[in-house]
């Protein structure tokens, strides 16, 4: 087996090919050309190309017509296609068709050798699980996300098919729905998963600091920076970065984080080296991003950008059959950790779990099975054990089975307790818990309890 990478660059202009040859000459490679569709199909009959870099708009044969052919006759190459940059819809389409990625016109030598290098890095372990007799696009094992749902089996599908690309993802879907599970999926899911997965929260970024945060910064860039340090787009090189709430995202890096994309390279803040990113982009928000569009929120060109490949998890009370399926796996879950045995939950509790419309989607289910599961007696979950949605809330005083916890777990557990029979009433929750309710706020805060 030859150790050179085979292109096939297919465009219809001689000068563009001529471009090409010029811009990614090297040892390493065997780059041979085509000018249509029926072309390259033909060369490829002799020319066993690991990667075809194709442009879409030719005559005879489009890129979108080869590349589908391609996928069918040829599923072991990878393709990229070629767009000028203002024809991104293009690019998003070809994705959608299964493109492994997509460059720009004019040509960026560095750029097209990221794409080469990130293809090779993946083919390499494909090959690899080939060796060890796994076919990863088989593996539709989801240790962690629980789903039968027909919605819940088609996303699972998405995930398969575009973890094994470098596209750009989206999650959208309102909060508590699995939105971080779906990325993280993706992710380990990947070429990448050796790599590192970094989630940055985009609501926690001060517009002040979050290129810093996200590009690094070099000594000096401004007061405070006292040292270089590495952004979160540095330390996911190799892996993939995951930008949560990205609606939240300040305008200023909104324009930074596009020229990152497009470049595929990022600057330190103060800095003027441009360095390579082989970072995967992930975002996720459960926000309008069209509505923000329209409003001048969120840049419309970063919108589609990051849209290429977009996932929506649906609600929960839109895939009710869901219910049954995870209540049960999260009543294993905490019975495991704390180590008590309740093998059922009565019918009558289930059916109120699938009556119940779940405005905190699976989130809130898990809260509601762990709380049961704390304060259940027996050898079934009951209606009473259910906090909020059962029919009354009892309001004995606490006896925790605290001999399995820490007393953090402890406490935390309490003031969930606490916040779910008040309503979520932080004066009366804090003043049952007799703590002063700044405390109630910052204990909250610590254990990462949500403001009902
Ligand atoms: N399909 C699922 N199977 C198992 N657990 C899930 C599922 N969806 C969500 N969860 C759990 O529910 C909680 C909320 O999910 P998360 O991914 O944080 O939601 P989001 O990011 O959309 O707000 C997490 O504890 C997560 O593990
Ligand atoms: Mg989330």
């Known amino acids: 087996m030859s150790s050179k990478t085979k292109l096939l660059f297919v465009d219809d202009h001689e000068m563009t090919r001529r471009l090409f040859l010029e811009a990614v000459s090297n040892d390493s490679l065997i780059i041979e050309t085509a000018c249509e569709g029926q072309d390259a199909l033909t060369k490829l009959r002799t020319f066993p190309a690991d990667i075809v870099f194709t442009d879409i708009k030719m005559p005879v044969m489009d890129g979108l017509i080869l ?6 006759h040829y599923p072991n190459i990878f393709i990229v296609v070629v767009t000028s940059s203002d024809r991104i819809e293009d690019a998003v ?5 299964g493109a492994y990625d997509y460059i720009h016109k004019p040509f960026d030598p560095d750029v097209i050798m990221t794409v080469i290098e990130s293809i090779t890095g993946h083919k390499k372990i494909l090959e690899e699980n080939l060796f060890n007799g796994i076919d990863r696009r088989k ?6 996300i629980v789903g039968c749902d027909p919605i819940m089996l088609q996303i699972f599908d998405k995930i398969n098919d575009v973890a094994i690309t470098n596209a750009t993802v989206l999650l959208t879907g309102e909060t508590g729905t699995g939105k971080d599970l779906v990325a993280a999926a993706i992710h380990y899911k990947s070429h990448r998963k050796e790599g590192p997965f970094i989630r940055v929260n985009c609501a926690a970024l001060t517009e002040t600091l979050s290129n810093s945060e996200l590009f690094g910064h070099e000594k000096g ?5 006292i040292s270089q340090k590495k952004g979160y787009f ?3 090189d190799g892996g993939t970065i995951f930008l949560d709430e990205i609606g939240d995202l300040p305008i200023p890096t909104q324009v930074s984080l596009l020229h990152s994309i497009e470049s595929r390279t990022f600057q330190r803040v103060g800095g003027t080296k441009m ?3 082989n970072t995967r982009i992930i975002c996720a928000t459960n926000k309008s ?15 589609y950008r990051i849209n290429v490949v977009c996932i929506d998890i649906p609600a929960l009370c839109k895939r009710k059959s869901d219910i049954p399926v995870l209540a049960n796996y999260f009543l294993k879950k905490f019975c495991t950790e704390t180590k008590k045995n309740i093998p059922r939950i009565s019918d009558a ?6 009556q119940y419309n779940w405005p905190g989607n699976v989130r809130e289910l898990s809260n509601i099975i762990e709380n049961a599961v704390i304060f259940c007696k027996g050898k079934e979950i009951v209606p009473a054990n259910l906090l909020k949605i059962g029919e009354k809330p009892h309001k004995k005083a606490f006896t925790l089975n605290l001999s399995s916890w820490s007393l953090p777990r402890a406490e935390e557990m309490i003031i969930r307790k606490a916040l779910a029979e008040t309503n979520g009433n932080l004066k009366q929750a804090a003043s049952e818990l007799n703590i002063a309710r700044g405390t109630l706020y910052s204990k909250m805060k610590r254990y990462g309890i949500q403001k009902p």
Do not use: S, W
Request: no cysteine; net charge positive; proline share 2%.
């Open 289 to 303: 991003l069209p509505t923000m569009v329209k409003e001048n929120l969120f840049r419309e060109d970063l919108f």
């Open 139 to 144: 593996d539709y094992r989801f240790e962690n």
């Open 234 to 236: 540095e330390i996911a």
């Open 67 to 72: 590349l589908e052919k391609i996928r069918i």
């Open 349 to 354: 509790a289930m059916k109120i779990l699938t």
């Open 221 to 225: 860039a401004f007061t405070g920076a």
């Open 275 to 277: 360095f390579k990113a």
């Open 93 to 97: 389409q070809a994705m959608k068709a």
